[in-house]
């Protein structure tokens, strides 16, 4: 019987794939990693993890696509290329939010994302999906009359990106709600909510 692309079997074979090759970077190094061991600690053979993921780099893509969407789906949640001060509100919630809720996946990636040479096995793809959802940000900051868009843009997401890398790796007593609300204080437009 021939698998299909749609079979919610093949989906939960997959997401477990995921997460099994992603716990095995990280306990054992990406470079160190092989097939044979993902599907050894999976229960099936090699042929039929390849059959999923052609390559152990299709697999480290498709983990850092699934981060990329977890963190900047909420860039533009309308789709309309153009964001407005709530849309940007509302993805500086939904990052915190989607941090917190996969707490444990992101201490595994940013572990995985640690590791030397990791990140040039996936740049040039990360640039590529990264790209599109900062150009809208910028846009935002360049319409709202910053200085340097370009720069406002890398602040902010590297500001929320080390947030979340100091709340991953040391969750208990981190003060994730006071930092997301002052991440939000320093967005919002007062005069427009004063009366």
């Known amino acids: 019987m021939a698998e299909t692309k749609n079979n919610p079997a093949n989906d939960l074979l997959k997401k477990e794939i995921l997460n099994i090759a992603l716990e095995i970077f990280v306990r054992d190094g990406y470079f160190s990693t092989t097939g044979a061991m993902i599907a050894g600690e999976v229960g099936i053979s090699e042929e039929k993890l390849f059959s999923h993921f052609e390559t152990k ?5 498709t983990i850092v696509a699934e981060a990329v969407h977890l963190i900047f789906d909420g860039v533009d949640p309308n789709q309309d290329g153009k964001l407005q001060e709530v849309e940007l ?3 500086i919630d939904d990052y915190f939010d989607s941090v917190e809720k996969n707490l444990d996946f992101f201490r595994l990636f940013y572990s995985l994302r640690l590791q030397p040479g990791v990140v ?4 040039h793809e990360l640039h590529e999906i990264v790209s599109p959802k900062l150009n809208i940000i910028r846009k935002y900051f360049s319409k709202e009359g910053s200085e340097n868009p370009k720069m406002e843009t890398r602040f902010l997401v590297s500001m929320l990106d080390g947030i979340a890398m100091n709340f991953v790796l ?3 007593g981190y003060p994730i709600d006071e930092m997301q ?3 939000l204080n320093m967005y919002i437009k007062k005069n427009e909510y004063e009366d």
């Open 181 to 183: 609300q002052k991440v």
């Open 89 to 91: 509100l509302f993805f």
């Open 57 to 61: 780099e299709n697999l480290l893509h």
């Open 120 to 123: 040039d096995q996936y740049k």
């Open 170 to 172: 040391e969750p208990d």
